[in-house]
């Protein structure tokens, strides 16, 4: 739902108390999942996999002492990770 209020940054007259919230209005958004169960049991496996792996790795790398920046990598398998745990949650 498009409000059709247009605000600029330098306009030092706004007036807030003119505006509503839509908790107000009584319009609320459903989320509805649209993936089944099963899906969503995959991608939360594939997070936990792939967090549990990068510990792994980490691990091997700090025992190791592997330079710092290496450790940098490491940015990828743990942000799948994080990416199959939000989809499982957010049901998308």
């Not at 108390?17 to 991608?43: F, H, M, T, W």
């Not at 592997?66 to 990416?83: D, E, N, Y």
Request: net charge positive; aromatic share 14%.
């Amino acid at each position: 739902m498009q409000s059709g209020l247009n605000l600029r940054f330098s306009d030092p007259k706004i007036d807030f108390s003119s505006l509503s919230s839509d908790e107000d209005e009584g319009n609320y958004q459903v989320c509805l999942a649209n993936i089944s169960p099963a899906e969503r049991r995959k991608r939360l496996r594939f997070g936990i996999i792939q967090f549990v792996i990068s510990l792994v790795i980490l691990g091997a790398m700090l025992y190791f002492d592997v330079h710092k920046l290496w450790r940098l990598t490491l940015i990828l398998p743990f942000g799948a990770a994080a990416a199959g745990f939000f989809q499982w949650r957010d049901k998308t």
